[in-house]
């Protein structure tokens, strides 16, 4: 499945984006879902997960409460909405899919990567 991820931009603390990932060549319900992020200097980390049995999601400590994840499978898309926005949020986020069952957290049982949108929170 080839994925395509946009939405992010500049944006001040306290503020909001919504990053969506469209996905194309493959049975969309059957992947599990997941973003991830990589701010400069730093390894890439878990951020969300939508699981492939439609319902099921999991969210990082650092974001819980604020971002929340979805998917349309009629559009064959994930979404990512970002709320109250720190400058610790900065980082390129991926979208990413699985063909994993359960709430699966680690990168490398993730098969297809999206390019990365660029998310900038100011201070």
């Known amino acids: 499945v080839q994925l395509l991820a946009s939405g992010g931009g500049l944006v001040q603390a306290g503020g909001y984006l919504r990053l969506s990932c469209a996905a194309s060549?493959?049975?969309?319900?059957?992947?599990?879902m997941g973003w991830f992020r990589q701010a400069a200097g730093k390894e890439r980390e878990f951020v969300a997960l939508?699981?492939?049995?439609?319902?099921?999601?999991s969210y990082a400590d650092s974001v819980k409460g604020r971002f929340t994840i979805s998917r349309d499978n009629t559009k064959n898309t994930v979404y990512l909405q970002m709320n109250s926005l720190k400058p610790e949020d900065t980082a390129v986020y991926y979208c990413a899919a699985t063909s994993a069952y359960g709430l699966v957290r680690d990168p490398s049982r993730f098969g297809s990567w999206g390019q990365g949108t660029l998310v900038t929170v100011s201070s």
């Open positions: 060549g493959g049975t969309f319900s059957t992947y599990g």
């Open positions: 939508h699981a492939r049995n439609g319902w099921a999601t």
